[in-house]
């Protein structure tokens, strides 16, 4: 069975983005690249919500062809580029002309449960928010990666909203970084609606 390890960048009060959908606020240097760095080789399906497939198409492809890329950002761009990449959407019916699969209406449970059983690499969850809790919800999530980064933003988009079920989890590794975000990787030790 594939696991599903949803990655995530969070501020200290819970929030994925800003009261405005702003991101400026992610503490990103090199030791949190290696850091997520270390999960990726083991991914071969990556899930979007549209907004978040929104931004990784608009950047990732275009990277290839750049004369400047290195590191990190090239060995991502390479990943994106061959990674099967699915987003799903309650409302979208169309991705435009993209490298992607798109799952549509309210049968996320049921479409996940599947792509778990198959055969390949692991599912992770880029960003989206809605999707990962749905996911948590649904008892489908069995890791969890994230960066916490030292800023209170006081409102926006919060990684988990209140009324989610009860979820414990299991702490594997804890990772300070020098400019004061610390990531953290979590086993789904009980996942919400099961025994």
């Known amino acids: 069975m594939r696991k599903v390890v949803s990655l995530m960048h969070m501020s200290l009060d819970g929030y994925v983005e800003g009261p405005n959908a702003e991101m400026d606020w992610i503490k990103i240097e090199e030791p949190v690249f290696e850091f997520v760095d270390r999960f990726i080789p083991q991914v071969g399906t990556a899930l979007y919500g549209p907004k978040t497939f929104g931004m990784m198409e608009a950047y990732w492809p275009s990277v290839l062809s750049g004369e400047t890329a290195t ?5 991502h ?3 994106y580029a061959d990674a099967q990449k699915i987003v ?16 549509s209406g309210g049968n996320l449970a049921g479409e996940l449960a599947v792509l778990k059983q198959g055969e390949g690499k692991d599912i992770m969850i880029f960003g989206s928010p809605g999707l990962t809790h749905s ?5 489908l999530v069995d890791e969890i990666v ?4 030292p800023i209170l933003l006081g409102a926006g988009t919060p990684m988990f909203p209140a009324g989610m079920s009860r979820t414990d989890l299991q702490l594997l590794e804890a990772v300070p970084f020098a400019a004061g ?11 919400a609606g099961t025994a």
Not at 135 to 139: F, M, P, W
């Open 88 to 103: 799903f959407s309650r409302s979208r019916t169309d991705l435009g002309s993209t490298s992607a699969r798109l799952i």
């Open 146 to 149: 994230m960066t916490l980064s």
């Open 77 to 79: 761009a390479r990943w």
């Open 135 to 139: 996911c948590l919800e649904a008892g």
């Open 181 to 191: 975000s610390v990531g953290f990787h979590y086993r789904v030790a009980k996942a």
């Open 71 to 75: 590191g990190h950002t090239m060995r």
